[in-house]
């Protein structure tokens, strides 16, 4: 692959800012870095500079739940009613950690971005809860519970954030401890990931990029847009190298054993012809080419990773405007 020939045949390759990082089994093979980490310091985004990745987070909540399933403190066909000890509204009662982790629970969500002006949901969700009030996972139940289904428990595949906000209360029901805790004790540390962390958006750390908003033409911080501590949907701060270093983890077996990888890896639900769900993960097989991937957007957030379990390679985009990044991939290796 002419990767530099790839990136420049890419549109909007001059706008991007952020990190594109392609990683082997030897170190990296290519790599850009672009763009402010902190437009006002003109601090300059480099390889170890962590950026927020929205709905990739839910790569680790998935890695998470499978933790517990490969503990046997968790069973895929457990009801959440039977685990959370909150009143679940009219979250229909059949729902499984199953059909969590495959997005087919059906369950009512709080930002549905099957339906039209999700970032418009967004907006009014933040002015009836103020972000800075957004720190538990038990605060977006309310958010959560008065929603009637959208569809049947495994009926479909339906993408749910509210279903991943659920399956936050399940690890923590299962694992005794708060989500981040649980994702920093039993993912984030074992991998060694040193730039990887659940961050206050008010308490960032150094070299820790700002998320950057398009307001009428001016480019404002996202502080105001999103929850100031991540959750089990969306929030999670990491870079480019821990990334390789999650994903080599996670096949080498660390996290679990070959029978949990196998589940969390199989396509567990179906998108499209050549997209599928597995347990927190999407799958995309083509031919002869199989990778698995993350991808996360929001206000000031663009982020897609990607890893190629039989040329045991890497490929990120970390992103701190709204800059769309995934056409690289498909344009590097989909077709």
Not at 49 to 68: P, R, Y
Not at 171 to 179: C, F, K, L, M
Not at 197 to 212: E, I, M
Request: a negative charge; aromatic letters at 14%.
């Amino acid at each position: 692959m002419d990767f530099d020939r790839a990136w420049e045949s890419w549109a909007d390759a001059g706008q991007f800012s952020g990190v594109f990082s392609v990683s082997g089994e030897q170190g990296v093979l290519y790599e850009k870095c672009q763009g402010f980490r902190n437009i006002g310091e003109g601090l300059l985004n480099n390889r170890d500079t962590a950026f927020g990745i929205a709905s990739g987070t839910k790569l680790f909540t998935g890695l998470a739940a499978c933790v517990l399933i490969d503990r046997k403190k968790l069973s895929l066909d457990d009801r959440i009613s039977d685990i959370l000890p909150f009143d679940l509204g009219q979250i229909d009662k059949r729902v499984t950690v199953f059909h969590l982790l495959t997005h087919t629970s059906g369950v009512g969500d709080y930002l549905d971005e099957e339906a039209e002006d999700p970032a418009g949901q967004s907006r009014a969700l933040s002015e009836k809860y103020p972000v800075y009030l957004w720190t538990r996972l038990e605060y977006y139940l309310p958010m959560i519970t008065p929603l009637p289904p959208k569809f049947a428990p495994g009926a479909r595949c339906g993408y749910s954030n509210a279903g991943f906000v659920l399956l936050g209360l399940v690890i923590e029901a299962a694992g005794g401890v708060p989500y981040q805790q649980f994702v920093r004790d039993e993912i984030i540390t074992p991998c060694g990931l040193e730039r990887t962390g659940f961050y206050r958006a008010d308490s960032l750390p150094a070299n820790t990029a700002l998320g950057y908003t398009d307001d009428g033409g001016e480019l404002r911080s996202n502080i105001f847009s999103l929850p100031v501590l991540g959750g089990s949907d969306g929030g999670i701060y990491t870079c480019a190298g821990d990334l390789d270093r999650l994903w080599r983890a996670v096949f080498s077996g660390k996290l679990f054993s070959e029978e949990t990888l196998a589940a969390f890896l199989k396509k567990q639900s179906e998108i499209n012809e050549t997209n599928g769900y597995g347990l927190g993960v999407y799958r995309f097989e083509k031919g002869d080419k199989l990778f698995y991937y993350a991808v996360g957007g929001d206000f000031g957030v663009d982020f897609f990773t990607a890893y190629f379990p039989k040329q045991k390679i890497t490929v990120s985009a970390l992103g701190n405007t709204e800059l769309n990044t995934y056409p690289l991939l498909e344009a590097m290796f989909c077709r």
